[in-house]
């Protein structure tokens, strides 16, 4: 759970979530293949929050763009 966001709006002050979403949903290009994949339906329902992009692939230590990885004797 984390901690709300206090934002402040002209003279209203509002409370919004903050939530961690996939960079490349938000439309960076942090694919694989250094492209996107900008979701509509994802913004439309980050619309409400404070939303931090994130590439755990990146966190983790990958390169964008990078050879595709393919799943071996699984």
Do not use: F, H
């Not at 994802?42 to 409400?48: P, Y």
């Amino acid at each position: 759970m984390t901690a709300p966001v206090l934002l402040t709006l002209g003279m209203y002050e509002k409370t919004k979530q903050t939530c961690l979403v996939s960079a490349c949903l938000t439309g960076l290009c942090t694919r694989y293949d250094g492209q996107s994949s900008l979701s509509q339906s994802c913004m439309r329902e980050l619309s409400g929050y404070l939303w931090i992009p994130v590439c755990l692939d990146q966190l983790g230590g990958l390169t964008t763009p990078r050879p595709a990885a393919d799943l071996m004797n699984a």
